[in-house]
């Protein structure tokens, strides 16, 4: 990636790149080459690289998880940090008449204060469909949307949602900036593919503003019809309305069983202590308090207990530290431990971690279900058609890890280190030949050795004609 600072404030950062044009290009060759790392992290004095419009200064790549080329551009605020919506730069270079729109009302019946249609738990709605909703208590309101281009396809975010019950804003976002600090909280703000309408107590997004004295929650405390209506509009003025009825109806609201193990306070430090578990949450980590539904699934033939935190996960603002045990040690290196993540369909997810003292021990930033696995397999290193090598100039391997991530990985021709980048959506691995440092027609030795992060190495060696 490529960082510009305008003279107008600004910066901007400019990722996924397949290559740099000159004189940043050899700067970057150099330093690669010379410190033996693909990765480089270069701050030229200020004036060493003077650009002037219409300039080309990269050229745009798919290193990102995507499926083609682009550019990913970041603009931000070059005193304050804070990073701002690109697009009023190129309002007038992009036609848009279409308005946003939405897909899907969720409802979130708040827990032990209010129900939906006789039921605690959240529901969706689609609009156009909808007969009045029965409610009664504290609810919150959550909608799934985008905004869409003329002549795109590609769904984007929608700049400003505001929701009004009965003819009163009760809260309103404005996707416009936000800091480093507070992209984490979108994790608040958000429930999957779903943008809440109210602000969750540990959530500072300054986008984010409720006008009522329930942070954007609504009270149904009335026999009565209340009229909720969303308002979407996107940066070129398009809007889109959408009304429906939520019917205040008294039912019976079920009191959460606060006797269940762990109840967290997001205004303290919460400690889960369990045999063969431990886990440690700073204060304010939380963005509210929380019930959790907790569970141990104990199987004495496994390497570790497998720990359900909670059913569903609960995202963090900051770090908890987490240790689970090890029961049975099946293999004698402790490296090969590591900490997993388990999803609701049983697939697993690298947490990574260090085992000491019968435990392993990592950081976490979600309250999910976790166990410990094992990992003794090498990455599996494969040659993608190495006959065409000499005449793409490019040397391509695919990695196949199973267990763990890729820690890192080494090139050579010629036992000498030649700069490879890894392509993260395809995992392969490339070498783009240079001419200058790699004589072409003559048969050359290629190595490629790759480390997954329990130290397993994986090591290829081709001889062939570059």
């Not at 590609?154 to 009163?168: A, E, I």
């Not at 001419?435 to 060696?461: A, M, R, S, Y």
Request: aromatic share 12%; glycine share 8%.
């Amino acid at each position: 990636m490529l960082h510009v600072r305008y003279n107008n404030g600004y910066t901007a950062i400019y990722r996924h790149l397949s290559g740099f044009v000159s004189p940043i290009k050899e700067r970057v060759d150099n330093y690669q080459y010379e410190n033996e790392t693909w990765e480089v992290s270069i701050t030229p004095d200020s004036t060493e690289y003077p650009l002037h419009a219409g300039q080309q200064i990269a050229w745009s790549g798919n290193t990102g998880y995507s499926f083609g080329p682009h550019l990913h551009m970041d603009l931000f605020e070059t005193e304050s940090g804070d990073y701002v919506d690109a697009l009023p730069f190129y309002k007038h270079l992009i036609k848009d008449t279409r308005a946003p729109a939405i897909q899907s009302i969720m409802f979130f019946p708040q827990a032990g204060k209010g129900v939906v249609n006789g039921k605690e738990k959240r529901q969706t709605f689609t609009p156009g469909q909808m007969k009045p909703i029965e409610a009664w208590g504290l609810i919150g309101a959550g909608i799934k949307a985008y905004d869409y281009m003329d002549g795109a396809n590609n769904r984007c975010g929608v700049h400003t949602v505001s929701l009004s019950v009965d003819d009163k804003e009760v809260f309103r976002s404005v996707v416009d900036h936000f800091s480093a600090n507070e992209s984490r909280m979108i994790y608040s703000w958000t429930y999957n593919t779903y943008m809440k309408s109210f602000i969750e107590p540990g959530n500072k997004l300054r986008m984010l503003q409720a006008f009522n004295d329930q942070n954007g929650l609504i009270a149904i405390d009335e026999e009565r019809d209340y009229r909720f209506k969303y308002e979407l509009k996107d940066l070129y003025g398009n809007t889109s309305r959408y009304q429906f009825i939520v019917r205040g109806k008294p039912q019976s609201i079920a009191q959460p069983d606060y006797t269940g193990k762990y109840y967290l306070n997001r205004d303290k430090v919460n400690s889960i202590s369990e045999p063969g578990l431990e886990l440690h949450i700073p204060k304010e980590s939380l963005y509210d308090n929380v019930l959790l539904n907790y569970n141990v699934r104990i199987d004495s033939e496994s390497i570790a207990n497998t720990y359900q935190l909670n059913d569903e996960p609960i995202p963090m603002q900051t770090y908890g530290d987490l240790y689970i045990g090890v029961r049975n040690k099946t293999v004698a290196d402790t490296t090969k431990y590591y900490i997993a993540g388990v999803g609701k369909n049983g697939k697993t997810t690298s947490l990574g971690g260090k085992y000491a003292n019968g435990f392993v021990q990592t950081r976490v930033r979600e309250l999910g279900t976790f166990t410990v696995k094992v990992d003794t397999v090498p990455p599996q290193i494969t040659a993608v058609t190495p006959e065409r090598w000499r005449s793409t100039g490019k040397i391509i391997f695919k990695i196949t890890e199973k267990e763990t991530d890729i820690a890192s990985y080494r090139g050579t021709v010629d036992g000498k280190y030649v700069p490879f980048g890894w392509e993260i959506m395809t995992n392969r691995i490339i070498y783009q030949v240079s001419p200058l440092k790699v004589k072409k027609g003559v048969k050359h030795t290629v190595e490629l050795v790759v480390t997954d992060e329990c130290g397993n190495k994986g090591t290829i060696t081709i001889d062939t004609i570059l």
